[in-house]
């Protein structure tokens, strides 16, 4: 049995995960993206200005490694980065995009969050520190945040959000709740200050 999803599971992957991040608040409106690795060279992307809560399988896009358009139309504006860490990293098989509330407010205000505030956080989710800030949808800021897949299983983005990944998009989006919960308690135990 092949390590890759089929398309008809990434799809669904994608569609479920786009649920909950819209129905628990991790992204607002059109906010975020997901995808999911299918092949060696492709992947499956949500469509540009559509609400994550909201999608169809009709409206997801097929893209190979080179941003090509195999299937449906236009991705997000953020492709560059999914694809970067793909390439990066052969091993990420999903990368989720969002906005969680607390966790961007960490990132917005430059602090990487400790693997040390929980014990659950050390074991499952370990540091995630910040990329530097690049201009949205560019080839900086995708390196930037590729540059962090290896060793971490997501990253804050400096005034952006956050980025999280994994072995599929279960394990993405869970990264990305552990990464919020994670800010929460650290937010709760006053570790965040306002930017200067």
Not at 5 to 22: F, H, K, N, V
Request: hydrophobic share 45%; aromatic share 6%.
């Amino acid at each position: 049995m092949s390590r890759y999803p089929t398309d008809s599971e990434a799809r669904e992957a994608i569609l479920d995960c786009g649920r909950r991040l819209y129905e628990r608040g991790l992204v607002a409106a059109n906010d975020g993206n997901i995808t999911a690795r299918v092949s060696a060279r492709e992947v499956w992307a949500t469509p540009t200005n559509v609400s994550k809560g909201f999608m169809s399988a009709d409206s997801l896009v097929k893209l190979d490694l080179d941003g090509n358009v195999l299937s449906g139309s236009k991705p997000s504006s953020e492709i560059k980065m999914h694809l970067a860490i793909y390439r990066r990293a052969p091993d990420i098989l999903a990368v989720v995009h969002a906005h969680p509330p607390t966790a961007t407010a960490f990132a917005a205000a430059g602090i990487p969050l400790s693997k040390s505030t929980l014990a659950e956080t050390e074991a499952l989710l370990g540091e995630i520190p910040v990329a530097p800030f690049a201009p949205l949808g560019t080839a900086e800021l995708a390196d930037g945040v590729a540059a962090y897949c290896a060793e971490y299983k997501g990253v804050l983005m400096a005034r952006h959000g956050v980025c999280s990944w994994g072995s599929g998009v279960t394990e993405a989006l869970f990264n990305m709740e552990r990464i919020e919960f994670t800010a929460k308690i650290a937010y709760m135990l006053g570790q965040i200050k306002p930017p200067t």
